[in-house]
C-alpha cells in the first residue's frame, strides 16, 4: 500500500463480459494443455544439462547445479608449493597474520580476497585475463588494478601489474599517439602565444 500510494491511479472493477481482457484463470483447458506440453519439452531439455530435478506435485525443483573452476583447483595445488604461503599459512590466528584466513574452499584468503601463489604461469594467466579479454580490452594499470585487486592478492601485485602494462604493445601504442596529440596541441599553443 506504500509502494502504490504515490501513483495516481483509478482502480475499476469491470463486470462479467465488460471484462474483455483474458486472465490466466479465464484460459480454456486448451490453452493449458499446450503449456503442459511446453513443460514437458523444457523438462527433457533440462534433464539432457544433467542437472538434478525432483519433480513433485505442481513443482518441479532443480536442486543440483554445480559449477567448477579448474583456476582455484590450479591455485590450491600451487598454495603446496609456495614457500611464503606455507609460512603464512603456519602463523594463521596469530596477530601478525590475523588479515589472512583459509576459506572453506581449503584456499588461504587475505582480506576475504584469493592469495595467489608465486607461480608465474598462474599470475600470467590473471594479468591476461584482467588486461586483454574481451571483457577489459586494455583498461590500463589503474583500472586492471583497481579491478584485479577486489578479488585476488599477492606480494608484489601493483610492481607486477605496472611491468605488464608497461610491456604491452597495444598500450605503448595508445600512449604514444596521446603523446603525440599532447605534444602536438602544446606546440600549435606555445606558436599561437609568439
Known amino acids: ?6 501513483y495516481d491511479f483509478e482502480l475499476l472493477y469491470q463486470p462479467g463480459k465488460a471484462n474483455v481482457v483474458a486472465d490466466a484463470l479465464s484460459r480454456r483447458r486448451v490453452h493449458v494443455s499446450a503449456m503442459m506440453i511446453k513443460e514437458l519439452e523444457m523438462i527433457e531439455q533440462l534433464r539432457d544439462m544433467n ?6 506435485a505442481g513443482q518441479i525443483r532443480c536442486s543440483m547445479l554445480r ?8 591455485v590450491r595445488v600451487e598454495h603446496g608449493n609456495d614457500q611464503e604461503l606455507q609460512q603464512i599459512m603456519g602463523e594463521l590466528g596469530t596477530k601478525k597474520r590475523k588479515y589472512f584466513r583459509m576459506g572453506r574452499d581449503g584456499i588461504l584468503q587475505f582480506r576475504e580476497r584469493v592469495c595467489i601463489p608465486s607461480s608465474r604461469v598462474l599470475r600470467k594467466m590473471l594479468l591476461d585475463e584482467g588486461h586483454k579479454s574481451r571483457l577489459s580490452i586494455h583498461p590500463g594499470m589503474t583500472k586492471m588494478y583497481k579491478d584485479l585487486k577486489a578479488t585476488f592478492w599477492w606480494t608484489g601485485m601493483k610492481t607486477d601489474m605496472a611491468d605488464y602494462v608497461a610491456s604491452c604493445l597495444i598500450c605503448q601504442k595508445v600512449k604514444i599517439e596521446h603523446l603525440c596529440d599532447d605534444f602536438i596541441k602544446l606546440t600549435l599553443s606555445a606558436c599561437v602565444w609568439r
Not at 67 to 74: H, P, Q, V
Open 1 to 6: 500500500m506504500e509502494y502504490l500510494k504515490d
Open 67 to 74: 559449477i567448477t573452476n579448474e583456476f582455484l583447483d590450479e
Open 51 to 56: 542437472l538434478g530435478l525432483d519433480m513433485g
